[in-house]
């Protein structure tokens, strides 16, 4: 079993209570009550912090103020105070420490954590926390450790590069945050054990050959019998392993220029 490297936190025990909610657990249910997403349910009780992912404030220098855990992300998040005295959560990049300032702007000092249009961020440089409209708010490259980078700007557009591999264009008005998300070593995390999981809110998963016909197409069978079907499948029948689930007609597809590359 292994954790993550907790050194860059401030060690504040609880968040800042007028940036937090209360959030009701679904366990994976939908408004009926039937499971739509399976696997979830228990796990500790947590509080959900309101993190700003929009950074509206322009041109008002941010300090920060504490960097604290996130139940509910992979990523660290750090308390700033405005110099007009307001606060909020936004997301930690990985080299961030206390009393560090931050701005968001049209076109901010290249620094890490400054936010500003893409289109104003020089070829090369990594960004996180990216919009694909602009005052949308940052929808790509959230999670632990992201990082994407701008290759090129071009008649109105900035061409990017995914983590993925992917190589795609984004509106050049839209705001990105410079740098790379922070807990880059969570992918390296081994949980180590069944009740890790589940304080975590992660209930078993079982193999579908393990069950009944009923319950899923690969069940029945005596003993370690194999799955019975030409094509892999998942539980309610729709073919899986290597089919292409894309909307053809999906309006975003000619903003891709290229495809990620397929694993061999």
């Known amino acids: 079993m292994t954790v993550a490297d907790y050194s860059q936190l401030s060690g504040v025990k609880k968040p800042h209570k007028s940036l937090t909610k209360t959030v009701k657990k679904q366990a994976g249910r939908n408004s009926q009550g039937r499971i739509t997403m399976r696997h979830q349910g228990g796990g500790n ?3 959900y912090r309101i993190v700003d992912f929009v950074r509206a404030t322009l041109d008002v220098p941010a300090r920060v103020e504490t960097i604290e855990y996130d139940p509910y992300r992979t990523a660290f998040i750090a308390r700033v105070i405005y110099k ?12 961030m420490k206390e009393d560090d300032v931050i701005v968001s702007a049209e076109k901010a000092p290249l620094k890490k954590g400054n936010r500003m249009r893409i289109k104003n961020i020089p070829v090369g440089y990594g960004v996180y926390n990216i919009e694909l409209s602009p005052g949308r708010g940052g929808q790509l490259a959230k999670s632990a450790g992201a990082s994407l980078q701008v290759l090129a700007h071009d008649d109105g557009y900035t061409t990017i590069k995914m983590a993925s591999g992917e190589i795609r264009k984004i509106l050049w008005d839209c705001f990105a945050t ?16 069944a009740g890790r999981s589940r304080w975590l809110g992660i209930r078993p998963t079982v193999r579908g050959s393990a069950m009944n016909p009923v319950d899923h197409k690969y069940g029945g069978g005596e003993g370690r019998t194999q799955r019975g079907t030409k094509r ?18 999906k309006w975003s597809s000619r903003l891709i220029v290229s495809r990620r590359k397929k694993r061999k």
């Open 178 to 193: 410079l740098g790379q998300v922070s807990n880059t070593e969570h992918g390296l995390v081994t949980i180590g054990k």
């Open 232 to 249: 892999p499948k998942d539980i309610w029948g729709n073919v899986t392993g290597g089919r292409r689930t894309r909307n053809k007609k």
């Open 45 to 47: 009780k947590r509080t």
């Open 84 to 95: 007009n005295g307001a606060r909020s959560y936004v997301l930690a990049h990985a080299d």
